[in-house]
């Protein structure tokens, strides 16, 4: 359970660090965080993950989080 909730912590103070903008990032296949950046125009009501992200971690992503 310890795993799961340090990704929760991981999430939540990605979410408080980009206040009052959309965060987005991704979570991989082992449950690990990795915050991404939002590439939005309109940042503070939508979010846009960098393509280049998704690119970079292709193969290893089971989800996406974003506040």
């Known amino acids: 359970m310890e795993q799961y909730e ?3 912590e991981q999430m939540n103070n990605h979410a408080l660090r980009e206040y009052p903008r959309e965060c ?5 296949k ?3 965080y ?5 590439i ?4 503070k009501t939508t979010f ?3 393509p280049a992200d ?3 971690h292709d193969g290893n992503i089971w989800g ?3 506040s």
């Open 6 to 8: 340090q990704l929760k």
């Open 24 to 28: 987005v990032g991704i979570i991989t």
């Open 30 to 32: 082992d449950y690990s």
């Open 34 to 38: 990795i915050p991404c950046k939002n």
């Open 40 to 43: 939005s125009n309109t940042p």
């Open 48 to 50: 846009f993950l960098d």
């Open 54 to 56: 998704l690119v970079r």
């Open 64 to 66: 996406i989080f974003h």
